[in-house]
């Protein structure tokens, strides 16, 4: 079952940490590759909403940034998802160029570790 909330709903109902932040997984929308990892304060979840365009905090700067707004490599908003905690949001974007502030596709290229893989007993 779906459940489709509104954006103010949604807003109050995100569960933030002690900074006043919640990270927020970009995907791509077609190819569903995870992108980046970034995060967002309450704030910055409203302007992703409301404008078209991804908005994040950047915690080393302490300001809000939009990919693309220096690189134009910019992401525009498809969909957004909260996950069953309400503690990590799924943004689905149009990726627009590098996601990678290193150029790349993807934050996640070539930055593969070496894992003993599972299966199912």
């Not at 909260?82 to 149009?94: G, H, I, Q, S």
Request: negative net charge.
């Amino acid at each position: 079952m779906t459940i489709s909330v509104s954006g103010e709903t949604m807003l109050s109902q995100l569960v933030y940490d002690a900074h006043g932040l919640i990270p927020a997984i970009i995907q791509d929308d077609d190819s569903g590759q995870v992108l980046m990892l970034a995060w967002m304060d309450q704030e910055a979840v409203r302007r992703t909403l409301t404008t078209g365009r991804v908005t994040f905090w950047s915690r080393s700067r302490q300001e809000y940034w939009r990919k693309g707004d220096t690189s134009g490599h910019a992401q525009y908003v498809r969909s957004v998802q909260f996950d069953c905690d309400a503690d990590t949001l799924l943004v689905r974007v149009e990726q627009i160029g590098a996601a990678c502030h290193l150029g790349t596709r993807t934050c996640f290229d070539d930055r593969n570790v070496d894992v003993v893989v599972g299966a199912p007993e």
